[in-house]
């Protein structure tokens, strides 16, 4: 594996780690608290803070700030211009850093563009939320999340297709792409069986 690419433009602070293979863009800023794991991709004007751990394989798009509080597990993708947010009630005349909400993003998800993601959730592995969602709630593995404020809208496959599951009951779905088998019970979607 080769280091990790880091544009002249950016701003990578003492202490901040990075791993090998991935890639900081243009004016990005990764303060030095930071662990960023491999094959990663910052897209253009992305900051992170201190207090933030992003997996391997992480793509973040351009204009995204992670901040303080924020773990994205392996394979998160975070489309263009998304919002995470660390404090509940902000104030300017206030501080509330004793008060940040920690959020965590679960292997394999993805975020859409312009999504706001309101700090102090989960996002459960393998979901999908839409373009423009405003999520104030936990978010269910494989769950698909449109909407404002954003609601179960079906369900996702690894892959990123939607399966042919209900919201709710007992059902099966093969992905079409895969072959993998997803098994919904009790409003909880899961991997039965991988083709790989």
Request: charged share 15%.
């Amino acid at each position: 594996m080769a280091a990790a690419s880091i544009h002249s433009t950016a701003i990578v602070d003492p202490g901040a780690r990075i791993g090998d293979d991935s890639r900081v863009w243009h004016w990005v800023h990764v303060c030095g608290g930071a662990r960023i794991g491999a094959r990663c991709s910052l897209g253009q004007n992305v900051f992170v803070g201190n207090d933030v751990v992003i997996g391997d394989n992480v793509k973040i798009q351009n204009n995204v700030s992670v901040y303080d509080a924020v773990t994205l597990e392996d394979d998160v993708f975070c489309g263009p211009s998304m919002v995470f947010t660390n404090v509940i009630n902000p104030r300017s005349a206030i501080s509330r850093k004793d008060a940040y909400r920690r959020t965590l993003v679960r292997h394999g998800a993805t975020i859409g563009a312009n999504a706001t993601i309101v700090c102090g959730v989960t996002i459960g592995a393998h979901a999908f939320i839409g373009a423009g969602a405003l999520v104030n709630r936990d978010v269910p593995d494989f769950g698909l999340f449109l909407g404002v404020p954003a609601r179960l809208a079906g369900w996702m496959s690894r892959f990123g297709e939607r399966l042919a599951l209900p919201l709710a009951g007992r059902a099966t779905a093969t992905c079409a792409h895969t072959g993998d088998l997803y098994v919904l019970h009790d409003g909880v979607c899961r991997l039965e069986s991988a083709t790989s």
